[in-house]
């Protein structure tokens, strides 16, 4: 699968987000990460459907990858999707029914996921490996950008990676928190091919150069 680099706007500057947006992408991105905090299931609150409908209208027609820190999660799915989100992922524990929420999000067109925490366990693929489009390794605890690395996300990548395989499916696994240019190539080796980054990128002056770098790090 070709790598994705997916540029958090976390750490935009969102009095500024449609033309960050635009330059992070003419810069070499490949999918809008967009981070939805609820100041509930994570302690931090950030923005919704009508910032990503706002992106839309605004031009931007790459994919927009919506990861929700939000509980509850079902009843904000139409409303993203309606405003233009391409994959939709949630955390397990957030929601009441995981196999509905996963049919609401395909329902309406998305791409489904699931989210895992550095803490939650991987049984909650069980049963949903056929009904799931992507895997999201976070390697921070959720609810801020700017983050360390978590060292233990190189194992459970490896775990996740051999189960993708044994499965037969094209699941994307996508890891977020602390990804940069010196640990994106061990996070590369590990399994991961989709990988966001906040900090790393909107905190540097030139988009272009980190995120070649990236590219560097993980085609060898
Ligand atoms: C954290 C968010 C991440 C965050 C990553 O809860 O899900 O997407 O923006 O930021 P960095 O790359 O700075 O760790
Ligand atoms: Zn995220």
Redesign the pocket.
């Known amino acids: 699968m070709q790598p994705l680099i997916a540029p958090?706007?976390?750490?935009a500057d969102f009095a500024r987000l449609g033309e960050e947006v635009e330059e992070v992408l003419n810069a070499g991105a490949d999918v809008i990460?967009f981070?939805v905090?609820d100041n509930h299931y994570?302690p931090?609150l950030t923005i919704g459907p009508m910032v990503c409908k706002a992106l839309r209208d605004y031009g931007i027609t790459a994919p927009i990858d919506v990861?929700l820190?939000v509980k509850p999660v079902d009843r904000i799915i139409p409303d993203f999707a309606a405003a233009g989100a391409s994959i939709i992922t949630f955390h397990p524990e957030a929601s009441e029914h995981i196999d509905r929420t996963l049919q609401t999000i395909k329902e309406h067109g998305c791409q489904a996921g699931l989210v895992f925490n550095p803490a939650t366990p991987l049984h909650y693929l069980d049963y949903v490996m056929d009904k799931i489009d992507v895997i999201l390794l976070?390697?921070?605890?959720?609810?801020?950008?700017?983050?360390s690395?978590l060292p233990s996300t190189l194992d459970k990548l490896r775990q996740v990676k051999a189960r993708i395989k044994a499965s037969g499916r094209e699941i994307r696994l996508q890891v977020?928190?602390?990804?940069?240019v010196n640990n994106i190539g061990e996070i590369a080796a590990a399994g991961a091919d989709m990988f966001?980054?906040?900090?790393?990128?909107?905190?540097q002056q030139d988009y272009a150069e980190v995120i070649q770098q990236m590219r560097q790090q993980i085609s060898m």
């Open positions: 958090s706007i976390l750490s990460h981070d905090m994570v931090n990861h820190m976070m390697s921070v605890n959720p609810g801020f950008g700017g983050q690395f977020d928190g602390g990804v940069n966001v980054a906040g900090s790393a990128i909107f905190n």
